[in-house]
């Protein structure tokens, strides 16, 4: 396919999973914010201040708490390019390119979406039209991407296209889920107890999957080791590697040689020792980090080779 | 129908003396095949316009069928994204007059193809004398790059859309040609798509001829000119980019053929090849459907400014290794000035009286033309001969005293590039206007032509209508709309039989129950089994 278009379709995946994610965390904080912590130093910190922070924003006025005004900057601000509305408009533009490659429910799915976010939803009955406000924004947005991913799977041939679409939605859902526990997982080295890590699995969504896999509580080195390990749950870290490495080789004309195919099979094998290797209550930080180094590493090496060098590739007939 | 005494038409709906209507008699009665659509749209009442109007724009705002228009009432001329304007009552042709208008459609346009073809060769009809050189070498289209090629069955344009009027006597009249790039054919498609979502009462008593195979006669086509011998041609769409206002057409036309939409960072020429960039490597393309103007399309030949152009594309179409939809210079063709030289075309060419007239159309390089032209300006058309879409047209019996003296000196300074034509009476159809009454409004008619192997004309094409009261300006980048366009098929709707199910028996669906449950049913159902 078009270098041009799997670009596109890669950074459509990427949009898409970037705002269900953002959509996520807003809610779960917006949630966790309206009630007081329990203790005084709660095992995670993650709050408007540590949102922001995920989303590599480095404001100087300080954060207090019970911050409404970051969770709408989160949202529906069309100013911030981080904002979950801003996701979702390129997303819809990337849509716009690639409209003759996807479906045309899917299409429909994502500008209707876009259309719904804008303005409150008051433009031209999109229905049903988005509710104003961060958190309710926030629920749309996560039915409309479970929506819209719904369409790709049931509507898509699995080609090229797909896999690059899915190449990036994965890839940033690895990313968002290390981002937050970078952001959240307490840097002392002892292990509190106070199963205040729940915020963390509500914001991306795992939170009964964690309670039928692990028998441990909600803390926060279960969790996280949760979140990066747990195969059998789709947004794990491992689980997303996986899946990288399986849709990179569909899609690769020659996976054995290839850059990005062989960095991600060591990633995932590299993940899986230290799932072995490492003890229950061990540190994770630095896990996250050098995790998140080599997903961009691999992101560069996507572009390099699929997006970028197909003049210097050679021909082919 | 009753006894036409209670079928005062629409509530009060009157076609306009002199036009004629298509759905209306003079008095006011509906015509023959139009009975029950109005009979449909009297039960949907304004009510029901609205309602379905109001979900037509909602759901082109999805499908994201907009077109971009500068607010002007905002005044900080801030593009606005819009619904495409389709009107809710359809525009119905009988199958006879379809017939008709089709048979002068092809005769048409095999002579202008025969044209383009002899116009980069022989020359032979300037030899005779029928058209003058100095005309087609002065026609801004007219492209010496091409001079001596052609191209594989010898077809230039491939897919051609002339626009058609239907004068107050009933007879169909060509008003213009396009053989460029005509577009619109998506919004037939969407068109009708749309209209069985919204109004599926309407079509209750009618057989509509189909429109949706229009994709797969143009990908066949362009497949069956491609130069590829050993493996299934790759066809692409060449799109100048998402900010054309025509992409939705090229993205829609793209994804319904299955091939790819390119862009011109996405082409590339080696050793006289076309290639495109994928994920790949390079792969070739042995087929292009371009949606954009010969001017553009390759630095090194046409305008060296272009950025929206593959250096060496004209190079690889001289050696044959890549066929280009329509024909580069085909533009010459469908020049306003040229236009008046095609029932002389026909003759030439086919040897066949045209099916389809043209309008009185007056070339003003001659003097005694001109003068005439300028005595009789209020009465006239005048469109000047380089422009389409509706740019520049003054309509000489709408304009006041000051806009004719103004082209009367323009007129006069160039003679050469105006033309003037009689004004044709367009006809009229219903249009729902803001207070969902129904008004007359005017159309023309844009039928699409395939040329691949032979021509297909898909039934119907696309109506543009003028929204407002009086006009006659119908291009939609001038505030006209569209209607759907139906052919029916003969016959009425007593032999709609379907096609006959296959006499097999499927098995029921397992565990569904039909009828009251007995035990006795089911032992009788275990014995058939």
């Known amino acids: 396919m078009l270098a041009r278009i799997a670009h596109e379709l890669y950074w459509l995946g990427r949009n898409l999973a970037r705002a269900e994610f953002t959509a996520r965390a807003v809610e779960a904080v917006f949630q966790a914010e309206l009630q007081g912590t329990s ?54 533009e990337g849509a716009r390119t690639v409209r003759d490659v996807i479906s045309a429910e899917m299409w429909e799915a994502i500008n209707t979406t876009a259309l719904g976010l804008r303005e409150g939803g008051q433009l031209f009955g999109a229905h049903p039209p988005a509710p104003a406000g961060p958190s309710l924004a926030s629920q749309y947005v996560k039915e409309r991407t479970a929506l819209i991913w719904g369409v790709a799977n049931r509507s898509m041939l699995r080609d090229e296209a797909k896999c690059f679409l899915d190449a990036g939605g994965l890839i940033e859902i690895s990313d968002m889920v290390l981002r937050m526990l970078r952001v959240a997982l307490p840097v002392s080295d002892s292990a509190p107890a106070d199963g205040h890590a729940l915020i963390l699995l509500q914001a991306v969504g795992g939170f009964h999957a964690y309670l039928r896999a692990v028998t441990a509580p909600p803390n926060a080195r279960p969790v996280a080791r949760f979140l990066l390990f747990e195969r059998a749950y ?32 060591r990633l995932a094998a590299d993940l899986d020792f230290q799932r072995r290797a490492l ?26 080779r699929y997006f970028a060098g197909a003049a210097a590739a050679g021909l082919r007939r | 129908m009753g006894t036409g ?18 759905l209306f008699e003079d008095d006011g009665t509906p015509r023959p095949t139009a009975r029950a659509l109005v009979e449909e749209l009297r039960r949907l009442g304004p009510e029901g316009l609205i309602e379905a109007g109001r979900r037509r724009d909602a759901i082109f705002m999805q499908q994201g069928i907009t077109f971009e228009t500068k607010g002007a009432d905002d005044g900080e001329g801030a593009t606005k994204e819009r619904p495409f304007p389709l009107d809710l009552v359809p525009r119905v042709l009988s199958g006879q007059e379809w017939r008709d208008i089709k048979r002068g459609l092809a005769q048409r346009i095999r002579a202008l193809n025969h044209f383009v073809d002899d116009v980069y060769h022989a020359r032979e009809i300037v030899r005779e004398g029928l058209v003058p050189w100095r005309l087609v070498a002065s026609c801004p289209h007219f492209a ?22 239907r004068h107050s006597d009933g007879t169909w009249k060509v008003i213009e040609d396009n053989v460029r790039i005509p577009s619109g054919i998506s919004y037939v498609l969407e068109n009708r798509a749309a209209m069985a979502r919204l109004v599926p009462e309407l079509f209750a008593s009618y057989r509509v001829r189909p429109v949706d195979h229009y994709p797969q006669l143009l990908l066949s086509a362009l497949r069956s000119v491609a130069p590829s011998a050993e493996s299934e041609a790759t066809v692409v769409v060449w799109t100048p980019g998402p900010a054309n206002p025509a992409y939705f057409e090229h993205a829609f036309l793209a994804r319904q053929m299955g091939v790819e939409l390119v862009e011109a960072s996405d082409l590339v020429v080696r050793d006289d090849v076309l290639y495109m960039r994928t994920t790949r490597g390079l792969e070739r393309a042995h087929a292009v459907y371009r949606r954009l103007d010969d001017d553009f399309v390759d630095p090194l030949e046409f305008r060296p400014d272009s950025l929206l152009g593959v250096p060496g594309l004209i190079r690889a179409y001289r050696a044959g290794s890549v066929a280009i939809a329509n024909a580069f210079g085909t533009g010459v063709a469908d020049d306003k000035a040229i236009y008046c030289f095609v029932p002389d075309m026909i003759r030439f060419y086919l040897g066949e009286e045209p099916i389809l007239e043209n309008v009185k159309t007056y070339l003003l390089s001659d003097p005694e033309v001109l003068a005439h032209v300028l005595d009789r300006l209020d009465q006239l058309v005048v469109k000047p001969t380089g422009e389409s879409g509706g740019k520049g047209v003054m309509i000489g019996p709408h304009a006041d005293e000051v806009e004719l003296q103004r082209m009367r000196r323009v007129i006069s300074t160039h003679p050469d590039r105006w033309i003037a034509q009689d004004v044709v009476r367009l006809s009229t159809v219903p249009t729902v206007g803001v207070d969902a009454s129904l008004q007359p409004r005017h159309v023309d008619l844009r039928p699409f032509a395939v040329f691949g ?35 029916l098929e003969d016959g009425d709707d007593a032999d709609r039989a379907g096609p006959p199910i296959a006499d097999t028996q499927p098995p029921a669906l397992p565990d569904l129950r ?10 009788q159902q275990q014995q058939t089994r």
């Open chain 1, 39 to 92: 203790e005084t130093t709660p095992g995670v910190s993650f709050g408007s201040g540590g949102l922001l922070a995920m989303f590599g924003d480095v404001s100087e006025e300080p954060i207090r708490p019970r911050n409404g005004r970051a969770l709408g900057q989160l949202t529906l601000d069309a100013e911030r390019p981080g904002s979950m509305l801003a996701s979702i408009e390129r997303a819809r």
């Open chain 1, 234 to 265: 789709p947004d794990s870290v491992a689980a997303c590697v996986d899946s990288l490495h399986e849709v990179f080789t569909t899609a690769d004309a020659g996976p054995r040689n290839s850059k990005p195919v062989l960095r991600v099979s």
């Open chain 1, 279 to 304: 003890p229950d209550g061990a540190e994770l930080t630095g896990i996250c980090e050098q995790t998140q180094q080599e997903l961009a590493r691999i992101d560069q090496d996507v572009a390099e």
């Open chain 2, 5 to 22: 005494v209670q079928t005062p038409a629409i509530d009060g709906y009157r076609p306009q003396a002199p036009f004629l209507d298509e």
């Open chain 2, 144 to 165: 010496r790059a091409v001079h001596g090629i052609r191209p594989p069955g010898g077809v230039y344009t491939h897919v051609a859309g002339c626009d058609l009027v």
């Open chain 2, 453 to 487: 192997e032979r021509i297909d004309i898909v039934p119907g094409g696309l109506t543009r209508v003028a929204l407002e009261d009086g006009s006659l300006i119908v291009n939609s980048s001038r505030g006209g709309g569209s209607k759907d366009t139906w052919v």
């Open chain 2, 514 to 523: 039909y009828g009251a449950w007995t035990g006795q049913q089911q032992q």
